[in-house]
Structures are given as C-alpha cells and as structure tokens.
C-alpha cells in the first residue's frame, strides 16, 4: 500500500512553460486535494475534488487546473508558469470529507522552483 | 470565516520536559479541530483530532490536545519531549477542506 504518491519531486521550470504534477492514490479514496506550502505561510488549498469528474476551487486557484477522470488521480496543471508559483505542493486524500473529519493522508510533495 | 493561529514561530524545550504547541481558533458553529506533524522533507502526517465528546483527546506518539471553549483554544501536549518530536507542527481546522495555521517549529534540544 503506497498511499499518496507525489511526482516528480523536484522540478525547475522556465517562467512561462508548462507541466503537470502528477498524484496518484490506491487507497480508493473519493477525497483528494491540492495544497502549496510557502515557508512560514502555513498550506494554501489550490482544488480540491470529491470524487472522480468533480473537482472545485479552493483558496488560491488562479494559475492552476486540476482534472479527476478517475478515482486514483488528481493532477495538477500550470499552464503558464510565474515565479510565484514557486513553492512546495502537497496532494492529499481522505476517505470522506472534512465535513466528517477524516484525516488527510499526505504526498511527500514537489517541489518547484520557476525562475 | 474559518480560521486558526499559531502564535509561537518557534518553541525550544529540553527533552524530557512537557511541551505546549499552542493554537487558537475561530469558527462558526461546532469545530473540528486537527494536529499534524511534518518532518524535513515529507508530507503531514495526522496526530490527533477534535470533533465532540471528551475535550482531552490522545493522539498518535503520545500527543494530546486540549480543547477549550471558552478560550478558543486547542493546544498539543506532551509530557516528556523526545528529541526526535522535533519537527514542524500545524493545527487545522474544518472548512470545506482543512485549513491550516503557519506552524510552529518545535525544537528538542538533549
């Protein structure tokens, strides 16, 4: 049981190129979100789904797409790479919402770098 | 809005003495309430929650956290601190997703 796997972990991008952050999860959860860490900012929701074909924004969004075309994955797309989005990202699932508490389960994360 | 803070960046204890880890919180309605630890390099992992009942919950490692109402408040606990529990440590709170405080980095020192 791998859990939530994050790849690449590492990346350097161009400002304006474009890639995606793969996530992928075998715990069959329906919950699975995107985060961003920012040293000393704490973790932003970027979108978050609540299960395959739905997803929905979250804090922070702008510059960013997400797709759920099936229960294990959830990628993440930056289309137009800044260097703000330079940044630490998290995927994460959960069996059921956080409307029931459920605990996250968490990606070691990529991190990114745009210059 | 949902929201919490973490008013201590940092908290420096010598190990074996009990540590505090604090957070406050603002809600509307009932909270649920969340501890997550980080070590260098990985993801969150899940310490402990607050959803109703007794407000002394045990969590993963020996961490609790006390839930208190009338203070707003839900701060992790332990009683004898490991130099290992030194990592970065986030409170959460129940919104459509988590949301997270900045954490506080809790150091140990032998």
């Known amino acids: 049981n791998a859990g939530v796997t994050q790849t690449p972990k590492f990346r350097i991008l161009k400002i304006g190129q474009s890639m995606t952050l793969q996530c992928t999860q075998d715990?069959?959860?329906?919950?699975m979100y995107w985060y961003r860490q920012d040293p000393g900012m704490g973790l932003k929701l970027i979108y978050y789904s609540v299960g395959a074909g739905i997803t929905d924004k979250g804090e922070v969004p702008n510059g960013y797409n997400v797709s759920r075309s099936t229960t294990e994955d959830f990628p993440l797309r930056l289309e137009l790479a800044a260097p703000s989005q330079t940044s630490v990202y998290f995927c994460a699932s959960s069996t059921r919402g956080q409307g029931a508490g459920s605990p996250l389960h968490f990606g070691n994360g990529t991190r990114l770098t745009v210059t | 809005a949902q929201s919490v803070a973490q008013p201590e960046d940092q908290v420096n204890v010598a190990e074996g003495n009990p540590l505090t880890v604090k957070c406050t919180y603002s809600v509307s309605g009932n909270p649920y309430l969340f501890w997550y630890v980080q070590y260098p390099n990985r993801g969150l992992q899940f310490l402990l929650k607050?959803?109703?009942?007794?407000?002394l919950v045990k969590g993963s490692y020996g961490f609790e956290a006390e839930f208190n109402k009338s203070q707003t408040s839900f701060h992790l606990k332990k009683p004898s601190a490991l130099v290992s529990d030194s990592a970065l440590y986030f409170c959460a709170v129940r919104d459509s997703a988590l949301i997270f405080g900045k954490g506080t980095t809790l150091s140990v020192s032998s």
């Open positions: 607050y959803i109703t009942g007794d407000n």
């Open positions: 715990m069959n959860h329906n919950y």
